[in-house]
Protein backbone atom coordinates (compact mmCIF):
# COMPACT_ATOMS: atom_id res chain seq x y z
CA UNK A 1 0.00 0.00 0.00
CA UNK A 2 1.56 3.73 -0.75
CA UNK A 3 0.00 6.55 1.22
CA UNK A 4 1.55 10.46 0.99
CA UNK A 5 1.96 12.38 4.59
CA UNK A 6 3.58 15.59 5.54
CA UNK A 7 4.86 16.69 8.30
CA UNK A 8 6.06 20.42 7.74
CA UNK A 9 3.52 23.59 7.26
CA UNK A 10 4.04 27.72 7.52
CA UNK A 11 1.18 28.60 9.58
CA UNK A 12 2.10 26.31 12.77
CA UNK A 13 3.21 22.83 13.52
CA UNK A 14 0.95 20.49 11.66
CA UNK A 15 0.96 16.69 10.44
CA UNK A 16 -1.39 16.41 7.50
CA UNK A 17 -2.16 12.96 6.55
CA UNK A 18 -2.61 13.16 2.57
CA UNK A 19 -3.47 8.95 2.20
CA UNK A 20 -3.90 7.78 -1.15
CA UNK A 21 -4.69 11.11 -2.46
CA UNK A 22 -8.26 10.90 -3.51
CA UNK A 23 -9.79 12.20 -0.31
CA UNK A 24 -8.73 16.13 1.30
CA UNK A 25 -6.26 15.93 3.91
CA UNK A 26 -6.49 14.95 7.69
CA UNK A 27 -4.55 17.57 9.48
CA UNK A 28 -3.20 17.18 12.87
CA UNK A 29 -1.74 20.39 14.64
CA UNK A 30 -1.14 22.10 17.93
CA UNK A 31 -1.53 20.31 21.00
CA UNK A 32 -2.93 16.93 19.06
CA UNK A 33 1.40 16.54 18.12
CA UNK A 34 1.85 15.95 21.90
CA UNK A 35 -0.57 13.64 22.82
CA UNK A 36 0.89 9.96 21.45
CA UNK A 37 -2.44 8.04 22.17
CA UNK A 38 -4.22 10.71 20.30
CA UNK A 39 -2.34 9.89 17.40
CA UNK A 40 -1.66 6.46 17.57
CA UNK A 41 -5.30 6.38 17.47
CA UNK A 42 -6.07 8.98 14.72
CA UNK A 43 -3.34 6.73 13.00
CA UNK A 44 -5.51 3.58 13.22
CA UNK A 45 -8.78 5.14 12.17
CA UNK A 46 -7.98 6.04 8.67
CA UNK A 47 -8.46 3.55 6.07
CA UNK A 48 -6.04 1.77 4.26
CA UNK A 49 -5.51 3.35 0.98
CA UNK A 50 -6.67 1.88 -2.65
CA UNK A 51 -4.18 -0.31 -4.68
CA UNK A 52 -1.51 2.23 -6.50
CA UNK A 53 -2.92 1.60 -9.81
CA UNK A 54 -6.22 3.78 -8.74
CA UNK A 55 -4.23 6.81 -7.12
CA UNK A 56 -1.11 7.11 -8.55
CA UNK A 57 -2.39 10.68 -10.34
CA UNK A 58 -3.67 11.86 -7.27
CA UNK A 59 -0.63 11.21 -5.15
CA UNK A 60 1.84 12.51 -7.73
CA UNK A 61 -1.15 15.64 -8.17
CA UNK A 62 -0.26 15.84 -3.72
CA UNK A 63 3.04 15.35 -3.47
CA UNK A 64 4.14 17.65 -6.31
CA UNK A 65 2.08 20.80 -3.84
CA UNK A 66 4.17 19.89 -1.12
CA UNK A 67 6.88 22.69 -0.05
CA UNK A 68 9.00 23.16 1.92
CA UNK A 69 8.78 25.14 5.55
CA UNK A 70 8.21 25.45 9.03
CA UNK A 71 8.72 23.21 11.94
CA UNK A 72 10.00 19.37 11.72
CA UNK A 73 7.05 17.45 13.28
CA UNK A 74 8.73 14.55 12.46
CA UNK A 75 8.22 12.17 15.64
CA UNK A 76 4.13 12.70 15.84
CA UNK A 77 4.27 11.65 11.59
CA UNK A 78 6.40 8.91 12.54
CA UNK A 79 4.00 7.58 15.11
CA UNK A 80 1.11 8.20 13.06
CA UNK A 81 2.29 6.53 9.70
CA UNK A 82 3.52 3.20 12.10
CA UNK A 83 -0.26 3.27 13.38
CA UNK A 84 -1.72 3.47 10.19
CA UNK A 85 0.81 1.10 8.76
CA UNK A 86 0.42 -1.62 11.67
CA UNK A 87 -3.17 -2.39 10.23
CA UNK A 88 -1.18 -4.12 7.45
CA UNK A 89 1.51 -6.38 8.75
CA UNK A 90 5.03 -6.45 6.63
CA UNK A 91 3.66 -2.62 5.31
CA UNK A 92 6.80 -1.11 5.06
CA UNK A 93 6.96 3.12 6.19
CA UNK A 94 9.88 5.50 4.94
CA UNK A 95 10.87 8.84 6.69
CA UNK A 96 12.14 11.07 4.49
CA UNK A 97 14.18 14.28 6.50
CA UNK A 98 16.43 16.72 5.38
CA UNK A 99 16.38 18.01 9.24
CA UNK A 100 15.82 17.49 12.78
CA UNK A 101 12.96 16.45 14.57
CA UNK A 102 12.24 20.01 16.02
CA UNK A 103 8.66 20.02 17.65
CA UNK A 104 8.06 18.48 21.68
CA UNK A 105 7.49 15.05 20.73
CA UNK A 106 11.13 12.94 19.50
CA UNK A 107 12.50 16.70 19.46
CA UNK A 108 16.32 16.13 18.31
CA UNK A 109 17.29 19.81 17.83
CA UNK A 110 17.75 20.67 21.64
CA UNK A 111 19.68 17.74 22.88
CA UNK A 112 22.19 19.00 25.26
CA UNK A 113 20.18 18.39 28.23
CA UNK A 114 20.82 14.78 29.26
CA UNK A 115 17.10 14.46 30.20
CA UNK A 116 16.01 16.08 27.04
CA UNK A 117 18.23 13.67 24.70
CA UNK A 118 17.37 10.29 26.88
CA UNK A 119 13.34 11.36 26.60
CA UNK A 120 13.59 11.07 22.61
CA UNK A 121 16.22 8.52 22.61
CA UNK A 122 13.25 6.68 24.08
CA UNK A 123 10.80 7.82 22.09
CA UNK A 124 12.35 6.86 19.09
CA UNK A 125 13.45 3.39 20.80
CA UNK A 126 9.35 2.83 21.64
CA UNK A 127 8.57 3.50 18.36
CA UNK A 128 11.14 1.11 16.50
CA UNK A 129 9.04 -1.34 19.54
CA UNK A 130 5.69 -0.89 18.24
CA UNK A 131 6.94 -1.23 14.67
CA UNK A 132 8.03 -4.62 15.56
CA UNK A 133 5.03 -5.52 17.11
CA UNK A 134 2.94 -5.14 14.41
CA UNK A 135 5.65 -6.81 11.76
CA UNK A 136 5.89 -3.25 10.07
CA UNK A 137 9.28 -2.14 8.60
CA UNK A 138 10.66 1.04 8.79
CA UNK A 139 13.71 3.05 6.72
CA UNK A 140 15.27 6.18 7.16
CA UNK A 141 16.21 8.39 4.34
CA UNK A 142 18.17 11.79 5.24
CA UNK A 143 19.47 14.12 2.70
CA UNK A 144 23.63 14.15 1.67
CA UNK A 145 24.77 17.37 3.85
CA UNK A 146 22.30 17.77 6.44
CA UNK A 147 22.32 16.16 10.49
CA UNK A 148 19.28 14.63 11.43
CA UNK A 149 20.63 12.59 14.42
CA UNK A 150 20.43 9.03 12.50
CA UNK A 151 22.27 7.63 15.47
CA UNK A 152 18.83 8.06 17.28
CA UNK A 153 16.17 8.12 14.48
CA UNK A 154 18.36 5.13 12.61
CA UNK A 155 16.64 2.80 15.70
CA UNK A 156 13.58 2.98 13.94
CA UNK A 157 15.25 1.06 10.99
CA UNK A 158 17.07 -0.90 13.19
CA UNK A 159 15.00 -2.34 15.08
CA UNK A 160 12.31 -3.59 12.34
CA UNK A 161 15.17 -4.45 9.30
CA UNK A 162 14.59 -1.47 7.51
CA UNK A 163 17.22 0.86 6.11
CA UNK A 164 18.86 3.90 7.13
CA UNK A 165 20.99 6.03 3.93
CA UNK A 166 21.94 9.18 3.58
CA UNK A 167 21.92 9.98 -0.10
CA UNK A 168 22.07 12.67 -2.87
CA UNK A 169 18.41 14.25 -3.90
CA UNK A 170 18.27 13.17 -7.32
CA UNK A 171 19.06 9.84 -6.51
CA UNK A 172 15.77 9.81 -3.89
CA UNK A 173 14.02 7.75 -6.39
CA UNK A 174 16.29 4.88 -6.62
CA UNK A 175 16.25 4.83 -3.20
CA UNK A 176 13.23 4.54 -2.49
CA UNK A 177 12.93 1.89 -5.56
CA UNK A 178 15.81 -0.30 -3.70
CA UNK A 179 13.42 -0.01 -0.35
CA UNK A 180 10.41 -0.95 -2.21
CA UNK A 181 11.42 -3.95 -3.77
CA UNK A 182 12.69 -6.14 -0.93
CA UNK A 183 10.33 -9.02 -1.00
CA UNK A 184 9.14 -9.64 2.96
CA UNK A 185 8.50 -13.36 3.11
CA UNK A 186 7.35 -13.69 6.48
CA UNK A 187 5.82 -11.25 9.50
CA UNK A 188 5.83 -11.75 13.33
CA UNK A 189 8.95 -13.84 13.33
CA UNK A 190 9.86 -15.21 16.72
CA UNK A 191 12.91 -17.13 17.09
CA UNK A 192 13.78 -19.22 20.55
CA UNK A 193 17.57 -20.94 21.18
CA UNK A 194 17.96 -23.50 23.90
CA UNK A 195 21.95 -23.89 24.93
CA UNK A 196 22.96 -26.82 27.22
CA UNK A 197 22.65 -25.28 31.13
CA UNK A 198 25.76 -25.59 30.77
CA UNK A 199 26.24 -22.54 28.10
CA UNK A 200 25.19 -19.20 28.12
CA UNK A 201 24.64 -16.61 25.36
CA UNK A 202 27.32 -13.53 25.24
CA UNK A 203 26.23 -9.97 25.47
CA UNK A 204 22.37 -10.35 25.78
CA UNK A 205 21.93 -9.43 29.19
CA UNK A 206 22.02 -11.85 31.86
CA UNK A 207 24.15 -15.23 31.16
CA UNK A 208 21.19 -17.44 30.30
CA UNK A 209 20.44 -20.50 27.90
CA UNK A 210 17.78 -19.27 26.26
CA UNK A 211 17.90 -16.80 23.61
CA UNK A 212 14.67 -15.07 22.66
CA UNK A 213 14.63 -12.44 19.59
CA UNK A 214 11.53 -10.86 17.73
CA UNK A 215 12.15 -9.97 14.28
CA UNK A 216 8.70 -8.83 12.96
CA UNK A 217 9.06 -8.90 8.80
CA UNK A 218 12.59 -10.81 7.08
CA UNK A 219 13.48 -10.99 3.59
CA UNK A 220 14.91 -13.79 1.73
CA UNK A 221 18.77 -12.81 3.02
CA UNK A 222 17.85 -11.35 6.93
CA UNK A 223 21.00 -12.71 8.80
CA UNK A 224 21.17 -13.55 12.42
CA UNK A 225 24.53 -14.07 14.47
CA UNK A 226 25.08 -14.45 17.98
CA UNK A 227 27.74 -16.00 20.81
CA UNK A 228 28.29 -18.49 23.26
CA UNK A 229 30.35 -19.28 25.82
CA UNK A 230 30.27 -22.44 28.00
CA UNK A 231 31.05 -21.51 31.86
CA UNK A 232 34.43 -21.69 32.83
CA UNK A 233 33.73 -23.98 36.03
CA UNK A 234 31.94 -26.22 33.51
CA UNK A 235 34.36 -26.55 30.83
CA UNK A 236 35.52 -30.06 32.00
CA UNK A 237 32.11 -31.36 31.99
CA UNK A 238 31.29 -30.29 28.77
CA UNK A 239 34.52 -32.10 27.32
CA UNK A 240 33.45 -35.57 28.50
CA UNK A 241 30.99 -35.20 26.31
CA UNK A 242 31.54 -36.07 21.91
CA UNK A 243 28.35 -33.64 21.13
CA UNK A 244 26.30 -30.67 22.93
CA UNK A 245 22.47 -30.47 21.63
CA UNK A 246 21.16 -27.13 19.96
CA UNK A 247 17.68 -26.37 19.47
CA UNK A 248 15.76 -23.65 17.85
CA UNK A 249 12.10 -22.77 17.56
CA UNK A 250 10.98 -20.38 14.98
CA UNK A 251 7.57 -18.98 14.38
CA UNK A 252 5.92 -16.56 12.00
CA UNK A 253 3.55 -16.18 9.37
CA UNK A 254 3.45 -16.17 5.53
CA UNK A 255 1.74 -13.58 3.46
CA UNK A 256 -1.04 -15.46 2.46
CA UNK A 257 -1.57 -15.20 6.55
CA UNK A 258 -0.62 -18.88 7.40
CA UNK A 259 1.26 -19.44 10.37
CA UNK A 260 4.33 -21.86 10.77
CA UNK A 261 6.11 -23.24 13.40
CA UNK A 262 9.44 -25.33 12.78
CA UNK A 263 11.56 -26.95 15.21
CA UNK A 264 15.20 -27.62 14.66
CA UNK A 265 17.55 -29.86 16.51
CA UNK A 266 21.28 -30.19 16.29
CA UNK A 267 23.74 -31.97 17.96
CA UNK A 268 27.22 -30.12 17.81
CA UNK A 269 30.69 -32.56 18.06
CA UNK A 270 32.96 -31.28 21.02
CA UNK A 271 36.50 -31.51 20.62
CA UNK A 272 39.86 -30.35 22.24
CA UNK A 273 41.64 -29.90 19.40
CA UNK A 274 42.38 -26.63 17.16
CA UNK A 275 43.17 -27.99 13.97
CA UNK A 276 40.13 -30.01 13.90
CA UNK A 277 37.73 -27.04 15.29
CA UNK A 278 39.67 -24.96 12.80
CA UNK A 279 38.55 -27.51 9.68
CA UNK A 280 34.87 -27.33 10.64
CA UNK A 281 34.92 -22.78 11.27
CA UNK A 282 32.47 -21.78 8.15
CA UNK A 283 34.85 -18.46 6.91
CA UNK A 284 31.90 -16.59 5.41
CA UNK A 285 29.28 -17.22 8.65
CA UNK A 286 32.36 -15.82 10.95
CA UNK A 287 32.77 -13.05 8.86
CA UNK A 288 29.60 -11.72 8.74
CA UNK A 289 28.97 -12.40 12.57
CA UNK A 290 32.12 -10.60 13.10
CA UNK A 291 31.20 -7.18 11.35
CA UNK A 292 27.39 -7.81 12.64
CA UNK A 293 28.12 -8.19 16.32
CA UNK A 294 31.16 -5.49 16.91
CA UNK A 295 28.52 -3.30 15.02
CA UNK A 296 25.79 -3.85 17.29
CA UNK A 297 28.09 -3.31 20.44
CA UNK A 298 29.32 0.34 19.02
CA UNK A 299 25.61 1.28 18.49
CA UNK A 300 25.27 0.16 22.28
CA UNK A 301 27.57 1.94 23.42
CA UNK A 302 30.51 -0.16 24.17
CA UNK A 303 32.68 0.86 21.83
CA UNK A 304 35.75 -0.37 23.47
CA UNK A 305 34.38 -4.04 23.81
CA UNK A 306 33.29 -3.92 20.28
CA UNK A 307 36.85 -3.19 19.32
CA UNK A 308 38.37 -5.96 21.38
CA UNK A 309 35.81 -8.65 20.02
CA UNK A 310 36.39 -7.42 16.69
CA UNK A 311 40.33 -7.78 17.24
CA UNK A 312 39.49 -10.91 19.07
CA UNK A 313 37.24 -12.52 16.01
CA UNK A 314 40.01 -11.12 13.28
CA UNK A 315 42.36 -12.98 15.09
CA UNK A 316 40.75 -16.09 15.02
CA UNK A 317 39.92 -15.54 10.91
CA UNK A 318 43.23 -15.42 10.41
CA UNK A 319 43.81 -18.85 12.36
CA UNK A 320 41.23 -19.90 9.87
CA UNK A 321 43.33 -18.71 6.80
CA UNK A 322 46.66 -19.87 7.84
CA UNK A 323 45.05 -23.29 7.75
CA UNK A 324 46.74 -25.54 5.63
CA UNK A 325 43.06 -26.47 4.18
CA UNK A 326 41.75 -23.31 3.81
CA UNK A 327 41.11 -22.33 0.11
CA UNK A 328 39.00 -19.38 0.15
CA UNK A 329 40.18 -15.94 -2.43
CA UNK A 330 41.86 -13.57 -0.79
CA UNK A 331 39.05 -11.15 -2.10
CA UNK A 332 37.08 -12.17 0.28
CA UNK A 333 39.38 -11.52 3.31
CA UNK A 334 39.67 -7.91 1.91
CA UNK A 335 36.48 -7.13 1.11
CA UNK A 336 35.58 -8.24 5.06
CA UNK A 337 39.04 -6.73 6.25
CA UNK A 338 37.79 -3.38 4.32
CA UNK A 339 34.17 -3.73 6.01
CA UNK A 340 35.34 -3.33 10.02
CA UNK A 341 37.88 -0.02 9.02
CA UNK A 342 34.75 1.74 10.68
CA UNK A 343 35.49 -0.54 14.13
CA UNK A 344 39.21 -0.58 13.76
CA UNK A 345 40.22 3.00 12.34
CA UNK A 346 37.41 5.51 11.90
CA UNK A 347 35.19 4.92 15.18
CA UNK A 348 38.85 4.89 16.90
CA UNK A 349 40.09 8.26 15.37
CA UNK A 350 36.24 9.63 15.90
CA UNK A 351 36.38 8.93 19.46
CA UNK A 352 40.18 10.47 20.17
CA UNK A 353 38.82 13.62 18.59
CA UNK A 354 35.61 13.94 20.28
CA UNK A 355 38.05 13.53 23.36
CA UNK A 356 40.72 16.16 22.28
CA UNK A 357 37.72 18.67 21.89
CA UNK A 358 36.38 18.08 25.84
CA UNK A 359 36.63 21.37 28.01
CA UNK A 360 37.50 21.03 31.62
CA UNK A 361 34.24 21.50 32.62
CA UNK A 362 32.70 17.94 30.32
CA UNK A 363 35.32 15.88 31.64
CA UNK A 364 33.31 15.95 34.34
CA UNK A 365 30.04 15.34 32.32
CA UNK A 366 29.72 11.75 31.03
CA UNK A 367 28.24 11.75 27.53
CA UNK A 368 26.30 8.78 25.72
CA UNK A 369 29.26 7.54 23.03
CA UNK A 370 26.64 7.25 20.77
CA UNK A 371 25.35 11.03 21.34
CA UNK A 372 28.59 11.79 19.45
CA UNK A 373 28.06 9.73 16.35
CA UNK A 374 27.68 11.73 13.15
CA UNK A 375 24.93 10.52 11.02
CA UNK A 376 27.92 9.02 8.93
CA UNK A 377 29.20 7.35 11.19
CA UNK A 378 25.86 5.81 12.60
CA UNK A 379 24.78 4.91 8.93
CA UNK A 380 27.97 2.91 8.67
CA UNK A 381 27.72 0.72 11.85
CA UNK A 382 24.01 0.43 11.13
CA UNK A 383 24.93 -1.29 7.87
CA UNK A 384 27.37 -2.96 9.09
CA UNK A 385 24.56 -5.21 11.71
CA UNK A 386 22.60 -5.68 8.60
CA UNK A 387 25.81 -7.41 7.08
CA UNK A 388 25.21 -10.38 4.79
CA UNK A 389 27.60 -11.75 1.89
CA UNK A 390 26.64 -9.59 -0.88
CA UNK A 391 26.80 -6.09 0.80
CA UNK A 392 30.45 -6.66 2.53
CA UNK A 393 32.00 -5.61 -0.76
CA UNK A 394 29.82 -2.64 -0.66
CA UNK A 395 30.57 -1.98 2.90
CA UNK A 396 34.22 -1.66 2.31
CA UNK A 397 34.07 0.45 -0.60
Not at 263 to 271: D, F, G, H, Q, Y
Request: proline share 4%.
Amino acid sequence: MYFSLCFRHVECMQVKLYGDGLKEPLVLQDTELLDPDHLKSQGEDQPLPRPLSETLHALKEKIHCLEESGATALGPAALVSIAIASKSPGSKVIICTDGRANTDLGNLEDISEEYAYQSSKLYYSNLGDLALQHSVVVSVVTIEGTNCRLPELGQLADKTGGKVNIVHPLKLADEFQSILEEDIIATNVKLKVFLPLTMYFLYEGDQQSVLEKSFGSVTSDTVLSTEFNIYSSKIKEVLRFSQLPIQLHLTYTLPDGRSRWRILSLRRPVTNDCSTALESIDLSVLQIHSVQFSARLAMEGYVSEARNVALELKALIDMVMRHEKYEAPDVVYEDWENSMAPIYEDLQEYMKEDSSGKTEQDSHREVPVVKTFSDEMATMIFHMKRAKNKVLSKLGN
